[in-house]
Structures are given as C-alpha cells and as structure tokens.
C-alpha cells in the first residue's frame, strides 16, 4: 500500500511539475477546512483545523493521520519549539500540548474560557497565549501562568526571546514588550509582521519594509505586494512569503501567494502567483526550509492542503499555469540517461542558474551561465528517479518534471 501511495504521490507531482504548489491528497479528515500548519522538517508536519483536528504526515504529505485531540472545537494556532515539542490552540479556551512530535495530544487547563486568538512558544517551557484584550504566560511549560492586559491586541503575537516580543493591534499598527509582556510600546510598522530574530523583522504596507534595529525604524526593500496580505512568512533574512488578503477579490478568499527574495544587492523582488478560482481559500503558509513548504485552507468546501518542493513561485495567473514568457526555455530529450540540453532562447543574453532537485527537496545540480544559448549536463551519474529542473533568471523562474532513466 505504501508503495503505491508513493508511486501516486509521485504521478500527481509529474502532472503538476510546472505548478510549484502541488496539492496533495488528504485523505480521510473530519475537518472542512485547515487553519494552521508547521513544519517541524520537510517531511514532518502537523495541520490543525475546524472540529477539533489535528492532522500528521512524517512522509512528506504522501499520507495523513488524523491525531485524537479529545475536543471538537475550532483549532487555530500550532506552534513547535522542539521537534517534540508543541502547543495548539483554539476556542472555548482550548490548549493541547504534544511531547512526542504531535502523535499525541495532551489538554492543559488555563482556567479561561474563551476564544484564544494567537501563540508563540520558545525553547521547552515558555508559552505565550493572546486572547482579545489579555495575554497569557507560562515559563514552565503550561503549569502555572501569569495573565497581563493588553487594551489594544487582536491579532498576531510573536516572541523572540522570553522578554522581547511583537503584538499586532486592532488599529493595524504592532508593538513591542521588553519585559515579557508587562508593557508594550507601539512601532510604526502595520500588520501582517514577521521577525526573524528580535532585530531584523519585516511587514508589508504597499510595499515591503524592513527594519535591523528591533521595530524602531524600517526602510523599504524596493518591493512588496502593492495591496493588502492576510499573513507574512521570513524564512530568512532573505526569502519572504505572503498570502493575499481576501479583500481584493471581494468574496473573501485569497487571491494569491507573493515571494520576495534579495536580489544579492538589498533589493527586492517579486514573484506572485495568482488564484483566481473563488472556491479556493488559503489560510496560513509555512516552510520547514527554504525549497520546502506547505500551505492549508480550503478549496470546493473541502479541507485542502498545497505543497511547494522547489521554494519557487512561478508567476501566472492561477495554480496551474506558467508564465507564459518563459515558455522559451526548452529541455530534451526527457526522459534522459546520458546528458541533457537545455536552450535558452530570448533568455541566452542573461545570467540564469540551472537547478535540479529530487523528491525529497535536495539539490542534485546548482551552476550559473551566462551569454549560452545552449547548455549540456552531463546526468549519467545521478540516480534514476524524477526530478524537478528549475531554471532562474534575474526576476523569474520557471520548472518542470524530468526523468532520468
């Protein structure tokens, strides 16, 4: 079963290898849509949704468990601190604790009844929990909290270290705590936010900016959506996800996924892929790596999960298209033994960086040209097997499946 689960998996990537978010098969779950997910590697991941559930893959999302959660609230929020250790969240004051990578879940009493909203977790014992005007905290791990008021929160909570924090505000704006919650300070930056330490951070406002010094002051990148995002994701320093806000389409779903990556100079630049299909609706993004990440929501009012093996975002308008303008790179013969060329057509005049990557998200191959019209690799020596061939150029990227047999 194992086996064909796998060679299933597989023939859907082949007929998806130009869309960079594949969407994988589920399987059986009690949940109508998702609305978190953490990847504790690129194979290991947990989801959370609707009716109380928790889903587990450890192979890469070929095949799911739904995990018992002993409730059948909403859950909204999983954060991992270890790779076994992890919190969820949800209504009517629900919190679930996991100390074996999410097999099983444990609730924890917090005394309170109500709606949490946002969590963030550090190392093996401090948790934070943001609900309407309240924040909770536990520095041992859930036994005993501490609750401090916040008059302004509704939104997002992220904490760097166990003083420094960040809270998004029902006005738009974020703030800032340096005593672990006691007190806050409001930061000119708007929500959504991400921080990648308690330094560097990022949030998008017609544009991304960028801040080194804590949330004092931020500088634009020279990029950003241009519109409204309902989630923002660094994986570093260097790589910027976002997930367009509903409100541009005007039925509530979202519109696309947005990448902003570093040009090597300090620019940014984007690549957006849009979804016009009114059925789908994204509710959160995250990456175990920088090839490897998942997104969950919904689409045809069924719980769904999309999967992104190459870290690319190939611009176009909707999940299974390609930009056409990079239709001019051709690559034969596929399937392959010896060697492969690849022409570059309108591109030959450009730098671009040939990329190949197996199943698992490895590089197999990474090398850069300039001014060819055609480039040979030389594929005799790698193993048999499917692979992902991605072609970047300066501001786009293009991919798809080859087989060397």
């Known amino acids: 079963m194992k086996t064909f ?9 082949h007929l998806n290898c130009r869309a960079q978010w594949i969407e994988l098969n589920v399987g059986s779950t009690s949940a109508s849509y998702f609305t978190d997910v953490y990847a504790i590697t690129p194979d290991i991941v947990i989801v959370v949704g609707n009716n109380g559930t928790i889903m587990k893959t450890a192979d890469g999302g070929i095949t799911w468990q739904q995990k018992p959660s002993g409730t059948n609230q909403l859950l909204k929020k999983v954060r991992f601190t270890t790779a ?9 004051g629900v919190l679930l604790k996991t100390i074996d990578g999410g097999d ?13 909203e946002s969590l963030s977790s550090l190392g093996e014992n401090f948790v934070y929990i943001a609900y309407v005007d309240n924040l909770l905290k536990s520095a041992d791990g859930g036994n005993t909290w501490q609750s401090f008021p916040l008059d302004f929160l509704y939104g997002n909570i992220q904490f ?35 921080f990648i ?18 949330g004092y002051t931020f500088e634009y990148t020279g990029t950003g959506s241009g519109s409204v995002l309902s989630s923002l994701l660094a994986i570093n320093e260097n790589t910027i996800w976002g997930i367009y806000a509903g409100a541009l389409n005007g039925d509530g779903t979202t519109t696309g996924v947005i990448k902003m990556s570093d040009s090597g100079t300090g620019t940014y630049i984007n690549n957006t892929w849009w979804d016009n299909d009114t059925s789908l609706n994204m ?34 308008p909707g999940l299974n298209t390609v930009d056409e303008t990079l239709i001019s ?28 990557t197996d199943t698992s998200g490895r590089n197999i191959y990474n090398e850069k040209y300039n001014n060819s019209k055609e480039v040979t690799i030389d594929v005799h020596s790698f193993a048999k097997g499917t692979y992902v061939l991605t072609i970047k150029t300066q501001n786009q990227n293009y991919a798809q499946k080859l087989i060397i047999q």
């Not at 969950?296 to 992104?308: L, R």
């Open 5 to 13: 689960l796998t060679a299933f998996f597989l023939l859907i990537l």
């Open 84 to 92: 076994n250790i992890g919190y969820v969240i949800g209504n009517q």
């Open 104 to 116: 099983s879940w444990a609730a924890i009493d917090t005394g309170r009844n109500v709606n949490f």
């Open 160 to 194: 760097l270290t166990q003083d420094i924090g960040y809270a998004s505000k029902v006005n738009g704006r974020f703030s800032k705590t340096v005593d672990g919650g006691e007190s806050w300070q409001e930061l000119l930056g708007f929500k959504p936010f991400y």
């Open 197 to 214: 330490n308690k330094d560097i951070g990022f949030y998008d406002s017609g544009g991304l900016l960028k801040t080194t010094d804590g």
């Open 283 to 316: 509710n959160a993004i995250h990456f175990a790596n920088e090839s490897t990440g998942y997104i969950v929501g919904y689409k045809n009012a069924k719980a769904a999960i999309w999967k992104n093996l190459t870290g690319i975002n190939v611009p176009g």
């Open 329 to 356: 790179f051709k690559v034969y013969p596929n399937p392959a033994s010896d060697k492969i060329k690849v022409t570059t057509g309108d591109h030959s005049s450009k730098e671009i960086a040939i990329i190949l």
